[in-house]
C-alpha cells in the first residue's frame, strides 16, 4: 500500500512538472507571437504549479515571467504600472534564486541585460511623469528603480525630491532620511560643452558623447565639473520636512548634529534659524542672524530678519537702523518699506489718545493734531515707495488714503481712491 502512494505520488509531481513545463513553452510562444494576454495566462498557470517545479524550471519561470510582464508594460500603457512592477519582482527573484542556488547561473546571464532594459524604461517613465507634474508616480517610480538598483542611490535622491514636489512630505522625508543613513553624497561628474549655434552650454550623458560632439565642430569649450555633495543639504531637507510635518525639534536635533561636523555651512545655519524662530526662540534667532550677516554681509533679507525681531523687542532705534540697511541694499524691498514705517507709527496711538483725552483744550488737542500731522509725513515717503513697488496691495493702497484724507490732500486721496476702487472690482 505505501508503496502504491509513492509511485501515484510521484506520477502527479512528473504530471505537474511536465504541466508547468508545456505552460512556460506555451507563453514562450505567445511572447514570440506577440499574443499578451495567452502569455500573461500560461504564466499565471504556470506560477500555480510553482511550488513542485525543480530549481531548473523555478529559474526559466522567474525569467520567462519577467520577459513577459516587461512586454506587456511597454505595450499595454493601461497596465504599465503594475506590470512593470511584477516584471521587476520577477527579474530580482530570479537573480536572486540562482545566486543562493551557486554554481552556474543558467538565466541570470541572459536576464541581465533584460534587467537594465527594465530599469531604463522605468527611469523614462519616472522622468516623463516628473515632466508632466504627476510627482506621485515619478517619486514611485524612481524609487523602484533604486529597489532595483540599491547602488543607484541618486534615484531615491529623485524619488525624495519628487514625493516633496508632490506634497508627500512624510515620504519624502522617508527618503531623505534613507539617504542620511547611508551617507549618500550626490557627488557627480557632470560633462558639458558649449554650443557653437546657441552659445550655451550643454550637459552629456557620458564623457565619450561629449567628446564625440566635440569632433562634430558643433560643440567647444568641454569642461567636467565635478558637482558638491549633497550631505548637508540632505539634512537641510530633512529637518524642513520635520518642521513641515510639525516636528520642529526633531528637525533642529538633525540640523545642530550637521553643523556640529560642518559649523560653516551657510545654508545649514539658516535651516537652523527657521526652525529657531518657528519654535518661538528669538533671542536664538537673532543671534544666528548675527552670524549669517558675518559670513554674507550683502544679503538683505538678513537685516530685515533683525529688524523684526529688533522691533518685536521694541529695540526700535536698532529695528530702523537694520530695515534702513535692508532697503540699501535692495532698494525696492516692499517689506522693508512697510515696516520701516510702521516702526515709526508706534507712537501714533498714543498720540491719537492725547488728543480724545485734550476733546475741552483746543491748545493742547491742536499741539497733538500737528504731531500727528508731522508723524503722517514722516511715513508717508515710505509708504509711497511701497505702492510704487507694489500697486496692487490693497493694506498700503488704505493706509495711503488714510494718511491723504488726514492731511487733507484731497487731490492725491481722489486719485488714489479711483485706484483703490478699481482694485476692488
Do not use: C, H, W
Not at 221 to 234: L, M
Not at 408 to 423: C, N, S, T
Amino acid at each position: 500500500m505505501k508503496n502504491q502512494l509513492l509511485i501515484g505520488f510521484m506520477l502527479l509531481a512528473t504530471i505537474t512538472v511536465v504541466g508547468q513545463k508545456n505552460e512556460l513553452k506555451a507563453a514562450e510562444k505567445a511572447l514570440a507571437s506577440n499574443d499578451l494576454t495567452l502569455a500573461k495566462t500560461s504564466i499565471q498557470q504556470a506560477e500555480a504549479l510553482l511550488a513542485t517545479a525543480d530549481d531548473k524550471l523555478k529559474a526559466k519561470f522567474y525569467f520567462i515571467k519577467g520577459k513577459v510582464y516587461a512586454d506587456i508594460a511597454k505595450k499595454q500603457p493601461a497596465e504599465a504600472d503594475a506590470a512593470y512592477d511584477i516584471a521587476a519582482k520577477a527579474l530580482t527573484d530570479l537573480l536572486d534564486f540562482e545566486t543562493k542556488l551557486g554554481g552556474k547561473k543558467i538565466y541570470s546571464a541572459e536576464a541581465a541585460p533584460l534587467f537594465n532594459s527594465l530599469i531604463s524604461d522605468i527611469r523614462d517613465v519616472a522622468v516623463n511623469q516628473y515632466k508632466a507634474q504627476d510627482y506621485i508616480k515619478s517619486a514611485q517610480n524612481f524609487n523602484k528603480i533604486y529597489k532595483m538598483s540599491p547602488k543607484d542611490t541618486f534615484m531615491l535622491d529623485n524619488a525624495a525630491n519628487a514625493a516633496y514636489l508632490g506634497k508627500d512630505n512624510q515620504v519624502s522625508l522617508d527618503f531623505y532620511i534613507e539617504l542620511n543613513r547611508l551617507g549618500y553624497q550626490g557627488i557627480s561628474t557632470e560633462y558639458t560643452a558649449k554650443n557653437t549655434e546657441t552659445g550655451l552650454a550643454e550637459n552629456f550623458a557620458s564623457k565619450n558623447q561629449r567628446d564625440l560632439m566635440i569632433k562634430t565642430g558643433k560643440y567647444t569649450d568641454p569642461k567636467d565639473e565635478v558637482t558638491p555633495s549633497r550631505k548637508n543639504a540632505i539634512i537641510k531637507n530633512i529637518a524642513y520636512l520635520y518642521g513641515e510635518l510639525g516636528q520642529n525639534e526633531k528637525g533642529l536635533d538633525a540640523i545642530k548634529k550637521a553643523r556640529a561636523t560642518d559649523p560653516n555651512d551657510y545654508n545649514l545655519l539658516l535651516a537652523e534659524a527657521d526652525l529657531q524662530i518657528k519654535l518661538g526662540n528669538r533671542v536664538k534667532f537673532g543671534e544666528l542672524m548675527n552670524e549669517a550677516i558675518e559670513k554674507n554681509p550683502n544679503e538683505p533679507i538678513l537685516y530685515f530678519n533683525l529688524g523684526v525681531i529688533s522691533a518685536e523687542q521694541n529695540k526700535d532705534e536698532e529695528a530702523i537702523k537694520y530695515y534702513n540697511k535692508a532697503i540699501e541694499l535692495k532698494p525696492a524691498y516692499f517689506d522693508a518699506y512697510v515696516n520701516l514705517a510702521n516702526v515709526y507709527r508706534k507712537k501714533e496711538e498714543g498720540i491719537i489718545e492725547k488728543m480724545n483725552n485734550s476733546l475741552s483744550d483746543f491748545a493742547k488737542y491742536d499741539k497733538f493734531k500737528a504731531e500727528l500731522s508731522k508723524l503722517y509725513k514722516q511715513v508717508l515717503p515710505y509708504y509711497e515707495k511701497a505702492y510704487d513697488i507694489k500697486k496692487d496691495d490693497i493694506s498700503v493702497v488704505q493706509t495711503l488714503m488714510g494718511i491723504f484724507e488726514n492731511l487733507a490732500m484731497d487731490a492725491e486721496y481722489k486719485k488714489l481712491k479711483a485706484a483703490y476702487d478699481a482694485l476692488k472690482g
